[in-house]
C-alpha cells in the first residue's frame, strides 16, 4: 500500500499543478475541489486520478501483467457524451481524454466498473451485473470495433441524449451566468481558440469557467460569440501531463489527448484541438457531457455499461497495434476477474474518501 496519506498526496499533488501553471493556477478552486471529494466515494474518485495513478498497481498488483495501449486514464461513468462530427452527425462516446497515456489496458476496464459501483447510490444493480455488463460490452468492442453515429443506428441512445428544447435553453443560460474577468482571457488561450473557429474575425465575449471535479484548479475559459445567424461557443483548459505519467514517468512531458481522440475507431469533433498545453472543444447543447447527476438510473442500464465497455475498446484498438496482444489476453480472463479487481478498487478509494472526510475543513 502507498507510503503517503491521501491528504499529504493531496497536498504534493496541488503543490505541483501550481509548479506546472504559475500564475494561471486557480487556487480559488480548491476549496470547491476539497467539498466536491467529500460529498461522496464518486466525486472523490473523479477528483483524484493522481491517486489512482500512484495506487492501483498496489491494489491490483495482477494488472501489470496486461498488454499497454494507449489509454482513457480517468475514465469512469461521467466521462461520456455526444458531439457532432465532421459530417455533422451526432456521435456517443468517451469525451474526455485529458489523462490519456499508456497503460495497462485493464486498468480502464477496472476504473469504470469501480466508477459504477461507487456512483450506483440506491440504484438497484450488482457488482457482478456491472461487471458482467462492462465486460461482455469490452469483447464485443475487440471483435467488432467502430464509433456509435447516432444518425442511424443507435436509436434508443439518440432518444435519451439528443437535447430537448428546454435543454438548449437552459445550456445559453449557464453560459451567459459565467463569470466576466476585467483583464480578460490572456492571449494564449485567445490564439488556442481562434484555431478551432469556423473562420476568422469571429468576436468573442470570454468568461471564466469552474467546471468539473479532478481538473478544478486549471484555468478554462470560454469564448461566446455569433456566427452566421446563431451562437457558437468554445472553452480553452491548460493540460498537463497524465496523472498516470507523473506517477510512473515523471521526467516525461507527453499530452497524449489529441492522438487518443484521433483514433481510427473514433468519429472525433473536428473543432477538437490540443495546441500547446491547451486543449480547445466546441460546446454546443449537443456537445456536452451526460452527468449521474441528471442521468444516474440511464447510466447504469446494462445495456449502457455495454456501450460504455464496448467504447473503451474503440479507444483501445484505435492507437498503435496491441490488438492481437489484448485479445489474447482478454481471453484468458473473464466478468468475474472484473468484479474481483473493481471491487477492491472500489473499497481502496471508499476508504480513501472516508480517511479525506474525517480530515475535515481545516485541510
Known sequence: MPGKTITMSVGAYERWLKAQLGAEFVAADLEEKHEKMRAGPFPFLRATYWRW???????????????????????????????????????????DFDEAAEMPYVLDLVRLAASAILGRGSHDIRRKDICRAIWDGYGKGLAVPGPFILDEDNAWLRGRFVATDPDRAEFWEKLDRLERSARGAPSRYRKAVASALPERGIELDYRRR?????????????????????R?????KALVISGWTLALDPGSKAIRAGTISAGRYRAPDPWYRVNGGIVVRRLSPNSRKIEVEDDAAVLLEARMLRRMGQ????????????????????????????????????????????????AGKGF
Open 210 to 230: 469552474a467546471a468539473g471535479t479532478g481538473s478544478l484548479g486549471r484555468p478554462r475559459w470560454v469564448g461566446i460569440g455569433t456566427w452566421r445567424g446563431g
Open 311 to 358: 467504447e473503451l475498446a474503440n479507444v483501445h484498438l484505435g492507437t498503435g497495434d496491441a490488438g492481437k496482444r489484448v485479445r489474447a489476453h482478454f481471453s484468458r480472463l473473464d466478468a468475474s476477474w472484473l468484479r474481483e479487481a473493481a471491487t477492491a478498487a472500489a473499497k481502496f478509494v471508499a476508504g480513501e474518501y472516508e480517511e479525506w472526510k474525517a
Open 232 to 236: 457558437l461557443a468554445r472553452e480553452a
Open 53 to 95: 495513478a500512484e495506487t492501483i498497481l498496489d491494489v491490483c498488483p495482477d494488472a501489470k501483467d496486461a498488454p499497454a495501449v494507449l489509454a482513457v486514464g480517468d475514465i469512469h461513468l461521467e466521462n461520456f457524451g455526444t458531439w457532432r462530427d465532421g459530417e455533422a452527425r451526432l456521435v456517443w462516446g468517451v469525451n
